[in-house]
C-alpha cells in the first residue's frame, strides 16, 4: 500500500496508511518494537492488549514494520519513522539473532522464566535452525541492506537516520562518520568531499533523546529543527566538521495504563536501547525440582520436620538504586507517535 501511495500519488491512500501507522504505534506495539500479541493467527491483539511472556513479536514482524516505515519516511520526511525503525533495530529485530550470527529466536517475548517451548518454534532459546525457517533469511536479507535505512539524499541535499560508522557518499558528497553509537552519544560527521553550490544536511534529533548539541567547525550552532530534522544548510567545504551530542542518561519508561501487563512495572532506557535483565541463563529457575520419593513398599508419607524458627524481620534497603536517582519514568506507548510527545 505505501508502495502504491509513491507510486500514484493517491493522498487517500497516505492517510489510510498514516492512520494504520499511529493505530499500530500508540496502542499494539511493544516497547521493542516487537509487532504481535497473539500467536494464534500471528496477529494484532485488542488495544493495549500486550502480554510480556505470551508476547509474539516475530522476528520476521519487526522487519516488515522497519520496511513499513522506511517507506513512510520516504514519503513524508517525518522523523518519527525513522525514530521507529531505529528502536525495532536495535531492540525488536536485533534480539532475533545471536552475537556469534549463527542461531535465531522466531519469537521474541519479552519475559521469560527460561523454560519450556512456545508452540514448537523455540520458544525462549535461539536454535540453529527452523523447520518454517522464514525468520533466518529475513535477518540476512535486513542485515545485508541495513546501509540504505541509514541516509538518503534529494535535491536539496543529503538526510542522515540512523548514526552508523563509516560513509555516505551521494553524488558530489562523501561525508564520514565517526562514532560509537549506541553505546555513545557523541556523532562527528566530516565533509570529505562536496559541491560547489550550497546544500542541506539534515540530521535526525532522536525522539528519545531531551537534550543534545550541535556543534559545526567547533562553533556551537542551533539549527532549525523541521519534521525531526537538524537541518544545516551552506555551502560546505572539505573539512567542514558538524559534531552532535546526544545526552544519554537511564530513562525509566512506564506502560500506557491500559496496558495490564505492565501494570507497576517500568522498562529500563538508555539511549535507544531497551534493556533486558536476565539471571544468568536462568539457571536457578530451569532446574528441574527433586521428585517426591513414591518407592512401593515403603511408607511414602513426607517426615515431620521441626518447624523453622522465623527470621526476624528487617526493614529491606531499596533494591534499585537507579530508581532513587534517575527522574521519574516516562510513558510509553509510543516512544515515536507524535501523538505520544
Ligand atoms: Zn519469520
Not at 488495544?47 to 510480556?52: D, G, K, R, T
Not at 562527528?188 to 535526525?204: N, Q
Not at 534529533?205 to 531531551?210: H, V
Not at 534497603?317 to 509510543?334: K, L
Request: glycine share 8%.
Amino acid at each position: 500500500m505505501a508502495d502504491l501511495y509513491l507510486e500514484t500519488g493517491d493522498e487517500a491512500l497516505l492517510r489510510a496508511l498514516e492512520r494504520q501507522w499511529r493505530d499500530m504505534v500508540n496502542r499494539k506495539l511493544y516497547i521493542t518494537g516487537g509487532a504481535g500479541a497473539r500467536h494464534e493467527g500471528e496477529a494484532f491483539g485488542q488495544p493495549y492488549e500486550l502480554p510480556n511472556d505470551r508476547a509474539y513479536c516475530e522476528t520476521c514482524a519487526a522487519i516488515a514494520s522497519i520496511m513499513w516505515s522506511w517507506r513512510m519516511l520516504l514519503a513524508t520526511g517525518q522523523g518519527q519513522y525513522a525514530d521507529l525503525i531505529e528502536r525495532t533495530l536495535f531492540n525488536g529485530f536485533l534480539s532475533g539473532i545471536a552475537l556469534d550470527g549463527e542461531r535465531f529466536f522466531y519469537v521474541n517475548p519479552l519475559l521469560s522464566n527460561g523454560l519450556g517451548e512456545v508452540i514448537g518454534r523455540g520458544g525462549h532459546e535461539r536454535r540453529p535452525w527452523y523447520l518454517v525457517a522464514c525468520c533466518p533469511p529475513n535477518v540476512m536479507r535486513l542485515l545485508g541492506s541495513l546501509p540504505q535505512y541509514c541516509a538518503s539524499s534529494d535535491a536539496r541535499g543529503v538526510q542522515l537516520h540512523q548514526y552508523v560508522a563509516g560513509s555516505v557518499s551521494v553524488g558530489a558528497v562523501e561525508l564520514r562518520l565517526d562514532t560509537e553509537y549506541p553505546w555513545q552519544g557523541a556523532v562527528a560527521l566530516t565533509v570529505e568531499r562536496t559541491a560547489a553550490e550550497p546544500w542541506t544536511l539534515s540530521l535526525r534529533r532522536p525522539g528519545w533523546c531531551a537534550v543534545a548539541t550541535v556543534v559545526c567547525n567547533g562553533s556551537s550552532v542551533e539549527p532549525p529543527l523541521v519534521d525531526g530534522y537538524w537541518q544545516l544548510d551552506r555551502t560546505w567545504q572539505v573539512g567542514d566538521r558538524v559534531e552532535l551530542t546526544l545526552e544519554m542518561p537511564v530513562r525509566l519508561t512506564r506502560a500506557h495504563p491500559r496496558v495490564e501487563a505492565c501494570a507497576g512495572q517500568v522498562a529500563v532506557e538508555r539511549g535507544p536501547i531497551v534493556y533486558c535483565f536476565e539471571q544468568c541463563d536462568q539457571r536457578r529457575q530451569a532446574r528441574p525440582r527433586p521428585r517426591p520419593r513414591t518407592d512401593p513398599g515403603r511408607n511414602n508419607c513426607p517426615r515431620r520436620r521441626r518447624p523453622r524458627p522465623r527470621p526476624r524481620r528487617r526493614t529491606a534497603p531499596s533494591r534499585c538504586a537507579a530508581s532513587r536517582t534517575t527522574p521519574g519514568p516516562t510513558a510509553h506507548p509510543a516512544p515515536c507517535a507524535s501523538g505520544s510527545r
